[in-house]
Protein backbone atom coordinates (compact mmCIF):
# COMPACT_ATOMS: atom_id res chain seq x y z
CA UNK A 1 0.00 0.00 0.00
CA UNK A 2 2.73 2.26 0.98
CA UNK A 3 4.68 1.86 -2.33
CA UNK A 4 1.84 2.72 -4.24
CA UNK A 5 1.56 5.87 -2.48
CA UNK A 6 5.27 6.96 -2.49
CA UNK A 7 4.95 6.26 -6.15
CA UNK A 8 2.22 8.49 -6.61
CA UNK A 9 3.29 11.04 -4.61
CA UNK A 10 7.01 11.26 -6.43
CA UNK A 11 6.01 11.01 -10.04
CA UNK A 12 3.23 13.64 -9.06
CA UNK A 13 5.92 15.85 -7.76
CA UNK A 14 9.05 15.29 -10.26
CA UNK A 15 6.78 14.78 -13.38
CA UNK A 16 5.93 18.77 -12.50
CA UNK A 17 9.56 19.27 -13.11
CA UNK A 18 11.80 17.18 -15.12
CA UNK A 19 10.98 15.64 -18.65
CA UNK A 20 12.55 12.32 -18.84
CA UNK A 21 11.29 10.70 -15.81
CA UNK A 22 11.03 6.83 -16.00
CA UNK A 23 8.28 5.95 -14.09
CA UNK A 24 8.46 2.50 -14.82
CA UNK A 25 12.43 2.51 -13.08
CA UNK A 26 10.88 5.15 -10.28
CA UNK A 27 8.13 2.67 -9.26
CA UNK A 28 10.54 -0.71 -9.77
CA UNK A 29 12.84 1.10 -7.02
CA UNK A 30 10.37 1.86 -4.81
CA UNK A 31 9.40 -1.46 -4.24
CA UNK A 32 12.88 -2.39 -3.90
CA UNK A 33 13.18 0.16 -1.53
CA UNK A 34 16.51 1.87 -3.23
CA UNK A 35 15.40 4.82 -5.83
CA UNK A 36 18.39 6.14 -7.71
CA UNK A 37 17.47 8.52 -10.97
CA UNK A 38 20.18 10.25 -12.60
CA UNK A 39 20.72 12.79 -15.17
CA UNK A 40 17.34 14.04 -15.09
CA UNK A 41 16.80 17.53 -16.73
CA UNK A 42 14.61 20.07 -15.58
CA UNK A 43 11.64 21.38 -17.75
CA UNK A 44 11.78 24.97 -19.05
CA UNK A 45 8.49 26.46 -17.03
CA UNK A 46 9.94 24.40 -13.57
CA UNK A 47 10.30 28.15 -12.57
CA UNK A 48 6.57 29.73 -13.28
CA UNK A 49 5.56 28.72 -9.63
CA UNK A 50 7.66 32.14 -8.85
CA UNK A 51 5.84 34.02 -11.38
CA UNK A 52 8.74 35.44 -12.28
CA UNK A 53 9.24 36.63 -16.47
CA UNK A 54 11.79 34.07 -16.17
CA UNK A 55 12.96 30.65 -18.53
CA UNK A 56 15.28 27.84 -17.45
CA UNK A 57 17.90 27.57 -20.69
CA UNK A 58 19.26 24.25 -18.95
CA UNK A 59 18.80 22.64 -16.11
CA UNK A 60 20.04 18.88 -14.85
CA UNK A 61 19.21 16.97 -11.64
CA UNK A 62 22.39 14.68 -11.54
CA UNK A 63 21.67 12.95 -8.44
CA UNK A 64 18.12 11.61 -6.73
CA UNK A 65 18.32 8.84 -4.18
CA UNK A 66 16.00 7.80 -1.77
CA UNK A 67 15.92 5.15 0.26
CA UNK A 68 13.59 3.28 2.07
CA UNK A 69 13.86 0.59 4.36
CA UNK A 70 10.18 -1.33 4.07
CA UNK A 71 11.43 -4.21 6.14
CA UNK A 72 11.87 -1.54 9.47
CA UNK A 73 9.88 1.61 8.94
CA UNK A 74 9.34 1.71 12.58
CA UNK A 75 13.46 1.56 13.40
CA UNK A 76 15.35 3.22 10.54
CA UNK A 77 14.66 6.77 8.92
CA UNK A 78 14.10 7.47 5.17
CA UNK A 79 16.48 8.54 3.32
CA UNK A 80 16.78 11.18 0.81
CA UNK A 81 19.46 12.83 -1.23
CA UNK A 82 19.61 15.46 -3.95
CA UNK A 83 23.01 15.76 -5.53
CA UNK A 84 23.95 18.20 -8.25
CA UNK A 85 22.00 20.88 -9.20
CA UNK A 86 22.44 23.06 -11.94
CA UNK A 87 20.11 25.56 -13.29
CA UNK A 88 20.56 28.57 -16.08
CA UNK A 89 18.06 30.74 -16.62
CA UNK A 90 17.17 33.80 -18.69
CA UNK A 91 14.85 36.31 -18.48
CA UNK A 92 11.90 36.18 -20.37
CA UNK A 93 10.59 39.60 -21.48
CA UNK A 94 8.03 40.68 -24.28
CA UNK A 95 9.85 39.74 -27.53
CA UNK A 96 9.52 35.84 -26.21
CA UNK A 97 6.14 36.09 -25.81
CA UNK A 98 3.64 33.29 -27.36
CA UNK A 99 0.07 34.12 -26.43
CA UNK A 100 -0.57 30.38 -26.49
CA UNK A 101 2.73 29.32 -24.70
CA UNK A 102 1.69 31.80 -22.26
CA UNK A 103 -2.28 30.59 -21.40
CA UNK A 104 -0.86 26.77 -21.56
CA UNK A 105 1.90 27.75 -18.83
CA UNK A 106 -0.81 29.38 -16.90
CA UNK A 107 -3.26 26.64 -17.12
CA UNK A 108 -0.57 24.45 -16.05
CA UNK A 109 0.24 26.32 -12.74
CA UNK A 110 -3.62 26.46 -12.09
CA UNK A 111 -3.81 22.61 -12.22
CA UNK A 112 -0.78 21.91 -9.80
CA UNK A 113 -2.69 24.18 -7.42
CA UNK A 114 -5.91 22.06 -7.65
CA UNK A 115 -3.98 19.25 -7.30
CA UNK A 116 -2.60 20.08 -4.40
CA UNK A 117 -5.47 21.66 -2.97
CA UNK A 118 -7.27 18.12 -3.76
CA UNK A 119 -4.09 16.49 -2.01
CA UNK A 120 -5.00 18.51 0.91
CA UNK A 121 -8.38 17.66 1.49
CA UNK A 122 -8.28 14.16 0.64
CA UNK A 123 -5.73 14.37 3.81
CA UNK A 124 -8.27 15.89 5.96
CA UNK A 125 -11.16 13.87 4.98
CA UNK A 126 -9.27 10.97 6.06
CA UNK A 127 -7.69 11.98 9.66
CA UNK A 128 -11.79 13.13 10.44
CA UNK A 129 -13.15 9.95 8.75
CA UNK A 130 -15.34 7.94 11.27
CA UNK A 131 -14.09 4.09 10.81
CA UNK A 132 -16.52 1.16 11.18
CA UNK A 133 -15.33 -1.59 13.24
CA UNK A 134 -12.55 -2.62 15.49
CA UNK A 135 -9.70 -3.96 13.35
CA UNK A 136 -10.57 -1.15 10.57
CA UNK A 137 -9.60 1.40 13.91
CA UNK A 138 -6.88 -0.36 14.67
CA UNK A 139 -5.33 -0.72 10.83
CA UNK A 140 -6.30 2.85 10.24
CA UNK A 141 -4.49 4.10 13.83
CA UNK A 142 -1.23 1.60 12.83
CA UNK A 143 -1.24 3.53 9.16
CA UNK A 144 -1.24 6.57 10.61
CA UNK A 145 1.17 6.34 13.14
CA UNK A 146 3.29 4.73 10.95
CA UNK A 147 3.47 7.79 8.50
CA UNK A 148 3.96 10.33 11.17
CA UNK A 149 7.27 8.42 12.49
CA UNK A 150 8.45 8.22 8.66
CA UNK A 151 7.74 12.02 8.42
CA UNK A 152 9.28 12.71 11.83
CA UNK A 153 12.37 11.16 11.22
CA UNK A 154 12.81 11.90 7.73
CA UNK A 155 16.37 12.48 6.49
CA UNK A 156 17.52 14.91 4.06
CA UNK A 157 20.87 15.95 2.50
CA UNK A 158 21.26 18.16 -0.74
CA UNK A 159 24.44 18.89 -1.94
CA UNK A 160 26.23 21.21 -4.66
CA UNK A 161 23.28 23.59 -5.97
CA UNK A 162 24.62 26.21 -8.40
CA UNK A 163 21.73 28.44 -10.02
CA UNK A 164 22.62 31.01 -11.99
CA UNK A 165 20.36 33.72 -13.92
CA UNK A 166 21.71 35.80 -17.06
CA UNK A 167 20.10 38.99 -17.94
CA UNK A 168 21.43 41.03 -21.24
CA UNK A 169 18.82 42.79 -21.88
CA UNK A 170 17.57 44.32 -18.51
CA UNK A 171 21.11 46.56 -18.91
CA UNK A 172 21.54 47.12 -22.65
CA UNK A 173 25.26 47.67 -21.89
CA UNK A 174 26.64 44.44 -20.86
CA UNK A 175 25.61 41.02 -20.08
CA UNK A 176 25.37 40.29 -15.87
CA UNK A 177 24.64 37.04 -14.13
CA UNK A 178 23.45 36.75 -10.46
CA UNK A 179 23.80 33.30 -8.75
CA UNK A 180 23.49 31.64 -5.79
CA UNK A 181 25.92 28.37 -4.53
CA UNK A 182 25.31 25.68 -1.94
CA UNK A 183 27.45 23.02 -0.55
CA UNK A 184 25.56 21.33 1.34
CA UNK A 185 22.09 21.29 3.43
CA UNK A 186 20.79 18.29 5.15
CA UNK A 187 18.21 18.23 7.86
CA UNK A 188 18.27 15.11 10.56
CA UNK A 189 15.89 14.75 13.44
CA UNK A 190 16.93 14.81 17.05
CA UNK A 191 15.92 14.48 20.62
CA UNK A 192 15.19 17.10 23.40
CA UNK A 193 18.54 17.73 23.81
CA UNK A 194 19.24 18.06 20.63
CA UNK A 195 20.98 14.82 19.33
CA UNK A 196 20.26 12.85 16.47
CA UNK A 197 18.08 10.14 17.21
CA UNK A 198 15.66 8.00 15.78
CA UNK A 199 12.22 9.52 17.81
CA UNK A 200 9.46 6.28 18.43
CA UNK A 201 7.27 8.72 20.00
CA UNK A 202 8.17 12.61 19.00
CA UNK A 203 5.32 14.12 20.99
CA UNK A 204 3.94 17.47 19.68
CA UNK A 205 7.19 18.77 18.33
CA UNK A 206 9.59 17.63 15.57
CA UNK A 207 12.92 18.97 16.18
CA UNK A 208 15.77 18.69 13.03
CA UNK A 209 18.83 20.07 13.08
CA UNK A 210 19.93 21.74 10.36
CA UNK A 211 23.31 22.08 8.54
CA UNK A 212 24.66 24.27 6.34
CA UNK A 213 28.20 24.40 4.42
CA UNK A 214 29.50 26.79 1.58
CA UNK A 215 26.48 28.69 0.52
CA UNK A 216 27.26 31.94 -1.49
CA UNK A 217 26.08 34.18 -3.81
CA UNK A 218 27.48 36.50 -6.44
CA UNK A 219 26.75 39.04 -9.14
CA UNK A 220 28.60 39.03 -12.51
CA UNK A 221 28.77 41.97 -14.45
CA UNK A 222 30.16 42.28 -17.80
CA UNK A 223 30.92 38.90 -17.80
CA UNK A 224 30.24 35.80 -20.64
CA UNK A 225 27.12 33.72 -20.92
CA UNK A 226 27.20 29.93 -20.60
CA UNK A 227 24.84 29.57 -23.25
CA UNK A 228 26.11 27.61 -25.58
CA UNK A 229 28.55 25.76 -24.15
CA UNK A 230 28.85 22.15 -24.88
CA UNK A 231 27.09 19.93 -21.70
CA UNK A 232 30.59 18.72 -20.24
CA UNK A 233 31.86 22.48 -20.24
CA UNK A 234 28.67 23.44 -18.56
CA UNK A 235 28.43 21.26 -15.88
CA UNK A 236 31.75 21.49 -15.10
CA UNK A 237 31.79 25.40 -14.81
CA UNK A 238 28.73 24.71 -12.72
CA UNK A 239 30.20 22.63 -10.01
CA UNK A 240 33.56 24.48 -10.22
CA UNK A 241 32.19 27.68 -9.08
CA UNK A 242 30.45 26.29 -5.81
CA UNK A 243 32.02 27.99 -2.97
CA UNK A 244 32.15 30.92 -4.37
CA UNK A 245 35.78 31.04 -6.77
CA UNK A 246 36.08 32.65 -9.56
CA UNK A 247 32.72 35.16 -9.33
CA UNK A 248 32.17 38.59 -7.71
CA UNK A 249 31.01 37.54 -4.35
CA UNK A 250 27.99 39.43 -2.89
CA UNK A 251 27.64 37.01 0.00
CA UNK A 252 30.90 35.44 1.00
CA UNK A 253 30.42 31.53 1.57
CA UNK A 254 28.84 30.86 4.35
CA UNK A 255 28.57 27.88 7.18
CA UNK A 256 26.83 27.53 10.43
CA UNK A 257 24.12 25.01 12.01
CA UNK A 258 20.46 26.08 12.70
CA UNK A 259 17.85 24.05 15.21
CA UNK A 260 14.31 23.89 14.19
CA UNK A 261 11.28 23.22 15.93
CA UNK A 262 7.79 22.21 14.26
CA UNK A 263 5.01 21.84 16.26
CA UNK A 264 2.51 19.36 14.85
CA UNK A 265 -0.75 20.37 17.02
CA UNK A 266 -0.42 24.10 17.81
CA UNK A 267 -3.18 25.99 19.92
CA UNK A 268 -4.10 29.00 18.40
CA UNK A 269 -1.79 31.27 20.83
CA UNK A 270 1.29 28.69 20.10
CA UNK A 271 3.98 29.17 17.66
CA UNK A 272 3.69 27.01 14.90
CA UNK A 273 7.43 26.94 14.07
CA UNK A 274 10.56 28.40 15.43
CA UNK A 275 14.47 28.31 14.28
CA UNK A 276 17.28 29.35 15.43
CA UNK A 277 20.51 30.02 12.79
CA UNK A 278 23.96 30.31 14.23
CA UNK A 279 26.75 31.08 11.20
CA UNK A 280 30.35 31.77 11.14
CA UNK A 281 30.22 34.61 9.65
CA UNK A 282 27.84 36.83 6.87
CA UNK A 283 30.06 38.92 4.74
CA UNK A 284 28.13 41.05 2.16
CA UNK A 285 29.52 42.80 -0.39
CA UNK A 286 27.80 45.10 -3.25
CA UNK A 287 29.67 47.88 -5.33
CA UNK A 288 28.41 50.34 -7.65
CA UNK A 289 28.18 48.14 -11.02
CA UNK A 290 26.22 45.71 -8.96
CA UNK A 291 24.22 47.63 -7.56
CA UNK A 292 23.16 49.49 -10.37
CA UNK A 293 22.57 46.36 -12.33
CA UNK A 294 20.55 45.41 -9.83
CA UNK A 295 18.18 48.47 -9.87
CA UNK A 296 17.57 47.77 -13.61
CA UNK A 297 16.66 44.11 -13.03
CA UNK A 298 14.04 45.03 -10.61
CA UNK A 299 12.81 47.72 -12.45
CA UNK A 300 12.49 45.53 -15.93
CA UNK A 301 10.85 42.64 -13.53
CA UNK A 302 8.30 45.14 -12.38
CA UNK A 303 7.93 46.17 -15.89
CA UNK A 304 7.57 42.88 -17.48
CA UNK A 305 5.01 41.53 -14.81
CA UNK A 306 2.55 44.78 -15.28
CA UNK A 307 2.81 44.56 -19.13
CA UNK A 308 1.86 40.58 -19.15
CA UNK A 309 -1.56 40.71 -19.54
CA UNK A 310 -1.29 43.43 -22.36
CA UNK A 311 1.23 41.63 -24.29
CA UNK A 312 -1.31 40.26 -27.20
CA UNK A 313 -2.09 43.80 -28.21
CA UNK A 314 2.17 44.48 -28.14
CA UNK A 315 3.18 45.40 -32.00
CA UNK A 316 5.77 42.96 -32.82
CA UNK A 317 9.23 43.55 -31.51
CA UNK A 318 11.06 45.84 -32.89
CA UNK A 319 8.45 47.77 -34.49
CA UNK A 320 8.90 51.40 -32.76
CA UNK A 321 5.94 54.62 -32.16
CA UNK A 322 7.79 56.29 -34.93
CA UNK A 323 7.97 53.26 -37.31
CA UNK A 324 4.36 52.65 -37.07
CA UNK A 325 1.82 54.76 -35.08
CA UNK A 326 -1.37 52.99 -35.88
CA UNK A 327 -0.32 49.94 -34.31
CA UNK A 328 1.04 51.62 -31.03
CA UNK A 329 -2.10 53.61 -31.16
CA UNK A 330 -4.21 50.31 -31.56
CA UNK A 331 -2.33 48.87 -28.93
CA UNK A 332 -3.26 51.41 -26.41
CA UNK A 333 -6.82 51.65 -27.30
CA UNK A 334 -7.29 47.64 -27.04
CA UNK A 335 -5.68 47.42 -23.71
CA UNK A 336 -7.30 49.83 -22.00
CA UNK A 337 -10.77 49.10 -23.45
CA UNK A 338 -10.52 45.23 -22.85
CA UNK A 339 -9.70 46.63 -18.77
CA UNK A 340 -12.68 49.10 -19.14
CA UNK A 341 -14.83 46.10 -20.46
CA UNK A 342 -14.13 43.45 -18.53
CA UNK A 343 -14.90 45.72 -15.18
CA UNK A 344 -18.17 46.96 -16.19
CA UNK A 345 -18.73 43.08 -18.04
CA UNK A 346 -18.60 41.56 -14.62
CA UNK A 347 -20.94 44.16 -13.09
CA UNK A 348 -24.14 42.56 -15.84
CA UNK A 349 -26.44 39.92 -15.02
CA UNK A 350 -25.18 38.25 -18.22
CA UNK A 351 -21.93 37.77 -16.22
CA UNK A 352 -23.51 36.46 -13.18
CA UNK A 353 -25.59 34.11 -15.18
CA UNK A 354 -22.89 33.09 -16.69
CA UNK A 355 -21.01 32.15 -13.64
CA UNK A 356 -23.66 30.86 -11.81
CA UNK A 357 -24.15 27.83 -14.43
CA UNK A 358 -20.72 27.37 -15.08
CA UNK A 359 -20.14 26.62 -11.07
CA UNK A 360 -23.29 24.64 -11.69
CA UNK A 361 -22.01 22.44 -14.21
CA UNK A 362 -18.29 22.50 -12.57
CA UNK A 363 -20.20 21.50 -9.41
CA UNK A 364 -22.29 18.35 -11.35
CA UNK A 365 -18.82 17.01 -13.05
CA UNK A 366 -16.90 16.93 -10.31
CA UNK A 367 -19.01 15.30 -7.98
CA UNK A 368 -19.49 12.64 -10.57
CA UNK A 369 -15.37 12.28 -10.98
CA UNK A 370 -15.20 11.97 -7.30
CA UNK A 371 -18.06 9.41 -6.89
CA UNK A 372 -17.16 7.20 -9.83
CA UNK A 373 -13.55 7.12 -8.92
CA UNK A 374 -11.75 9.01 -11.82
CA UNK A 375 -14.69 7.58 -14.78
CA UNK A 376 -16.53 10.00 -16.69
CA UNK A 377 -18.44 10.40 -19.72
CA UNK A 378 -16.43 11.58 -23.12
CA UNK A 379 -19.09 14.68 -22.94
CA UNK A 380 -18.28 15.29 -19.00
CA UNK A 381 -14.72 15.20 -19.33
CA UNK A 382 -14.14 17.65 -22.16
CA UNK A 383 -16.42 19.90 -20.46
CA UNK A 384 -14.64 19.75 -17.04
CA UNK A 385 -11.53 20.65 -19.43
CA UNK A 386 -13.58 23.52 -21.02
CA UNK A 387 -13.94 25.17 -17.08
CA UNK A 388 -11.13 24.41 -16.29
CA UNK A 389 -9.45 26.24 -18.41
CA UNK A 390 -11.80 29.29 -18.41
CA UNK A 391 -12.30 29.71 -14.54
CA UNK A 392 -10.20 31.42 -12.48
CA UNK A 393 -8.41 29.95 -9.37
CA UNK A 394 -10.51 31.35 -7.29
CA UNK A 395 -13.77 30.57 -9.23
CA UNK A 396 -12.90 26.63 -8.65
Known sequence: MFEGVVATLLNRFLGNYVTNLETTQLKLGIWQGDVKLEKLRLKKDALDKLRLPVD?????????????????????PVRITIDNVYVLAAPRFQGDFDPEREHEREYKRKMRRL??????????????????????????????????????????????????????????????????TLGELSAVSTDDEWRQAFLHDSGSVIRKMLKLAQFSMYWDTNCQTMQGLDHQTLIRSFAEAIGGTGHQSILQPVMGMGRLAMNKRPAPEDVRTTAKFEFDQLAFELDNEQYADALLLTTAFDYAMRQRRYCKHHPLPGVRPKDDPRAWLLFAFRSVYDEVHDHHYRKTWEFQKERRDDRLLYIRIYSALKVNHGVLTEADRSALEYLHRKLSYQDI
Open 56 to 76: IKEGWLGTLTISIPWSNLKGE
Open 115 to 180: ENDDMLRQQQLLKTQVVDGEDAKKQASFTEQLIAKIVDNLQIVIKNIHVRYEDGVSNPEHLFAVGA
